[in-house]
C-alpha cells in the first residue's frame, strides 16, 4: 500500500511543475476568452473567466512562492527544484503570466481602483525574481536568457499596471480634464472703462458675436448609408468627443448640435452601430491594455518585449542542456513557445482592431507604408453583414456572429406574474436564502434571455429621433429629458392616463405599467392567434410590420429585469421598488392561491390575468386597504381596463411608446459610471440608449454656451 509520504514526494516533485504550467495555460484561456464577456451575457462564460482571472495572479504568485523557498529552504532538491538556475529561468516568465493578456487588466470597474496594489505587486514579485536569480548566479549558463525574459516580464507587468491606473477614476477624469479658463480680463477691461469715464471721454462697452465656426459634418449632412469603416471613423470621432460622458463632464452646445444633427441624419441600422462601436472603444480604455499599447511608446514596447522573448529563445536553444531532465526542457520550451504564441496572438489582435484601422485611415492622402497596411489589412472590409440568416449553433457561422458583435445584443426579461405562479417551497426559499444563493438562483430560474430585433431597434429610434427634432431648443429638450411617460401621453392625447405616471413614483409606475402590459397581453384576442406567447417579437422582412404588442411586452418584462435583478443601473430611481415588488407578489400569490389557480393548468397565466381583471375595482385599493402594503396589483388591474378602452392597435402603440419614455427616463438618471460597469458584462440595451440619446441632445449634459462673450471697448467721438 502506497503511504502518504509517497504522494508528499511527488507532489514536492511535481507542484512548481503544475502550477508553472497552469498559469501559461490560464493566460491562453483569458485571451481568447476576455473578448466574449462584451459580447455575450451568459454566467457560463462570465463565471469561468472571473475564476481564471483570480486564479492566475494567485497561480504565478504562489510558483514565484515555492521558486523563492526553494532558494532557501533545504527541501529535498529534486526534479527542477536540483537547478537553481533553471528555477531563476522559469521565475520571470511568471512575471509576463502576471503582466497578462491585452485583452483584459480590469475584470470589473473596481479593480482598476487598485492600480497601487498592483504597483506594490510589480515591486515585490520583481525583487523575488531578481533575488532567485541572485541566488543561482554562481551557475551562470542561463544567466542572459533569464535577464532577457526578465526585462520582458518587467515590461509587461508595467503595462497592465499602467493599463489600470490610466483606467482609475481620478486619473481617467483628469486626463479629460483641459487647462483652467480664466476667461476673458474683466478686471483690466472695467479698469480702462472707468478710467474714461473719470476722464470725462464718453466710452460704452460693446458685446461683439462670436464668429461662427465651420461645421464639419458639412461634408456628411446627407443621407446617404455610411460603409462599415465609416462607421467606426465616425465612432472614433464621437469617442473622441463624449468620451467625457464616463467621468459626468459637460459639453459645450456646439458638440450637442454637431452630434445631433449627425445622428438624425442617420438610419436606426447606423445610428446604433456607431453607439455600439463608440461603446466599444469606451470598453477597451477601461478593460484592456489598449490603452498603453495603442500608443506610439507602446508599439515600441511590444517589439522590444517581443524581440527579448524571441533572443532568450534562441539562446536557450543554443545552450548545453544535457544536465536537466528531459520534461524540465520540454517545460521550458513550452513556456518560450508560449510567451511567442501570446505576444503573436496579441499583435494579430491589434493589427485587426478597430483602433487600427483609424489610425491607419487618419491621414489624407496616407502614405505609401499606410496604403500597403490598408491594403493587407483590409480595412475596408464588411464587418456587418446586412440580413444575414441567423446562423445555426456551433457552426463557424455563429463564431463569426459573435465576434462581429459589440455586445451582447439580447434583452433579459423578467415577469412578475410568471414569478408568483411559479413559486418556490418556503423551506426550499430559506435555505437558499441562509446560503445568500436566492438572486443567482432567480436569475437562472425566472430570467429569460431574447434576441434584441431590428424591430425593436428601428421603433426605438424613431421615437428618439422625433423627440430630438422636437428638441430645438434646451427648454423643450429638458420637458422631453424629464419625461416619465407623461409627455407622450400627452402628446397622444391620452390624458386620462397620465394620473398612473404623475401621481405616482417612478418605481410604482413602472410595476403598475408592468402588471397592467401583462394582463393587455394575456387577455388581448391577439394572444388566441398568435405564438408569441413569451413576448418575444420578430424581425419583420420588409421592416413595416410594427409589432407594437410583442415589443411593449417585451419592454414590459425588460424593465422590471433591471428593477429586480440590476438595482444598481436603477438605484436613482428605484425609490421603494424592492418593496412594492415584495408587496405585490405577496398579494398575488395571497389571491391566485384564493382562486385555485396552480401550476398544472392550461394557459396558466392567461387565466391568473383573467382572474385578476374580473375583479371590481370600482373602490381604489387604497381606500379599502389602506398604504401599509404598497402592493400595486389591482392598481395595475385598473390601469388596464382604462387602457382597454383605446383601440386595439392604439392602445398597444400606446403602451410601447409609454415603455420607450420609461427606458429614456431611468437611462438618464442611471450613473454613468455604473453604465460602463456593465459594459464588462454583455452590456445593456439601457447603456445604448443613455448614450444614443446625449447624442440626440436630449440630455443634461450641455451646459456650456459658444465660446466667450467678446467686450469692446469704444471711446465716441
Not at 511568471?94 to 497578462?100: Q, R, S, Y
Not at 481602483?113 to 536569480?133: D, I, K, M, N, S
Not at 445568500?436 to 429569460?448: A, E, H, I, R
Not at 398612473?500 to 405599467?513: A, K
Request: aromatic share 12%; with cysteine; glycine share 4%.
Amino acid at each position: 500500500m502506497v503511504n502518504a509520504s509517497f504522494w508528499t514526494q511527488l507532489w514536492e516533485t511535481w507542484d512548481l511543475r503544475i502550477m508553472i504550467l497552469l498559469s501559461l495555460l490560464l493566460q491562453i484561456f483569458l485571451i481568447f476568452s476576455a473578448p466574449l464577456r462584451k459580447r455575450m451575457s451568459t454566467p457560463y462564460i462570465f463565471t469561468p473567466m472571473w475564476l481564471a482571472y483570480l486564479l492566475a495572479d494567485i497561480t504565478a504568485n504562489f510558483a514565484i512562492g515555492l521558486i523563492s523557498k526553494s532558494q532557501l529552504s533545504g527541501r529535498d532538491k529534486s526534479g527542477p527544484f536540483a537547478y537553481p538556475d533553471l528555477l531563476a529561468f522559469w521565475a520571470p516568465f511568471l512575471l509576463v503570466h502576471l503582466g497578462g493578456p491585452d485583452t483584459i487588466t480590469a475584470l470589473a470597474l473596481e479593480d482598476n481602483e487598485l492600480w497601487l496594489r498592483h504597483l506594490l505587486g510589480l515591486g515585490f514579485q520583481c525583487w523575488a525574481v531578481a533575488y532567485a536569480f541572485f541566488l543561482s548566479f554562481s551557475n551562470r549558463n542561463l544567466w542572459l536568457p533569464t535577464v532577457l525574459i526578465f526585462i520582458a516580464g518587467l515590461i509587461k507587468y508595467t503595462e497592465r499596471t499602467r493599463a489600470l491606473y490610466l483606467a482609475s477614476s481620478r486619473r481617467f477624469r483628469n486626463s479629460l480634464l483641459t487647462e483652467p479658463d480664466p476667461g476673458p480680463n474683466y478686471a483690466k477691461l472695467m479698469d480702462e472703462y472707468t478710467y474714461k469715464l473719470e476722464a470725462k471721454l464718453p466710452a460704452k462697452i460693446k458685446m461683439i458675436p462670436e464668429p461662427s465656426r465651420v461645421n464639419d459634418t458639412s461634408n456628411e449632412a446627407d443621407w446617404e448609408k455610411l460603409s462599415d469603416l465609416k462607421v467606426v471613423q465616425r465612432a472614433y470621432g464621437f469617442f473622441e468627443t463624449f468620451k467625457g460622458l464616463i467621468a459626468d463632464l459637460i459639453f459645450s452646445f456646439r458638440e450637442r448640435n454637431l452630434s445631433r444633427e449627425f445622428f438624425l441624419k442617420r438610419s436606426p441600422r447606423d445610428a446604433f452601430l456607431v453607439v455600439e462601436v463608440e461603446l466599444n472603444f469606451i470598453y477597451e480604455i477601461l478593460y484592456t491594455k489598449v490603452a498603453v499599447v495603442q500608443a506610439n511608446l507602446g508599439y515600441l514596447l511590444r517589439f522590444f518585449s517581443f524581440s527579448l522573448t524571441l533572443a532568450a529563445s534562441l539562446v536557450f536553444y543554443m545552450l548545453e542542456k544535457n544536465k536537466f531532465e528531459t520534461i524540465d526542457i520540454v517545460i521550458t520550451y513550452i513556456l518560450l513557445i508560449g510567451a511567442i504564441a501570446l505576444d503573436v496572438i496579441a499583435f494579430v489582435m491589434v493589427l485587426f482592431s478597430d483602433w487600427t484601422s483609424v489610425a491607419l485611415t487618419k491621414s489624407e492622402p496616407p502614405s505609401l507604408i499606410f496604403r500597403f497596411l490598408r491594403t493587407i489589412l483590409n480595412v475596408n472590409r464588411k464587418r456587418w453583414p446586412e440580413n444575414s440568416k441567423k446562423p445555426r449553433c456551433f457552426s463557424f457561422g455563429m463564431i463569426m456572429h459573435i465576434v462581429r458583435r459589440r455586445w451582447s445584443e439580447s434583452l433579459s426579461m423578467y415577469n412578475l406574474i410568471y414569478y408568483c405562479l411559479h413559486p418556490r417551497s418556503d423551506r426550499w426559499e430559506k435555505i437558499i436564502g441562509l446560503f445568500g444563493l436566492t438572486n443567482m438562483l432567480d436569475g437562472l430560474k425566472y430570467v429569460k434571455t431574447v434576441e434584441f430585433t431590428t424591430n425593436l431597434r428601428d421603433l426605438i429610434f424613431e421615437e428618439l429621433k422625433m423627440k430630438s427634432e422636437l428638441a430645438d431648443d434646451l427648454d423643450t429638450a429638458k420637458e422631453i429629458y424629464e419625461a416619465r411617460g407623461d409627455w407622450v401621453l400627452r402628446f397622444e392625447g391620452c390624458t386620462a392616463l397620465l394620473r398612473w405616471v404623475n401621481e405616482v413614483d417612478f418605481d410604482e409606475s413602472l410595476l403598475q405599467w408592468h402588471i397592467a402590459t401583462e394582463l393587455c397581453f394575456r387577455t388581448d384576442e391577439a394572444s388566441k392567434v398568435t405564438n408569441i406567447e413569451d413576448g418575444n417579437a420578430r424581425n419583420s422582412e420588409n421592416g413595416q410590420n410594427k409589432d407594437f404588442r410583442g415589443l411593449s411586452k417585451l419592454l414590459s418584462d425588460y424593465m422590471v429585469y433591471l428593477l429586480i435583478m440590476q438595482s444598481t443601473m436603477m438605484s436613482t430611481v428605484a425609490g421603494i421598488g424592492q418593496i412594492r415588488f415584495r408587496d405585490t407578489c405577496a398579494e398575488a400569490k395571497k389571491f391566485f392561491r384564493g382562486r385555485k389557480i396552480e401550476k398544472g393548468l392550461d394557459g396558466l397565466q392567461g387565466k391568473a390575468c383573467e382572474s385578476i381583471l374580473n375583479v371590481n375595482t370600482a373602490v381604489p385599493p387604497v381606500s379599502v386597504k389602506g398604504d401599509r402594503s404598497k402592493s400595486v396589483l389591482f392598481d395595475a388591474s385598473m390601469l388596464a381596463k382604462e387602457l382597454k378602452n383605446l383601440e386595439g392597435e392604439r392602445m398597444w402603440e400606446v403602451i410601447f411608446k409609454v415603455w420607450v419614455e420609461l427606458l429614456c427616463y431611468a437611462a438618464c438618471r442611471c450613473r454613468a459610471y455604473t453604465h460602463a460597469a456593465q459594459l464588462s458584462k454583455g452590456g445593456e440595451l439601457i447603456t445604448l440608449v443613455w448614450l444614443l440619446m446625449a447624442h440626440l441632445g436630449l440630455g443634461n449634459q450641455f451646459q456650456i454656451s459658444e465660446g466667450h462673450a467678446r467686450a469692446k471697448l469704444i471711446v465716441m467721438k
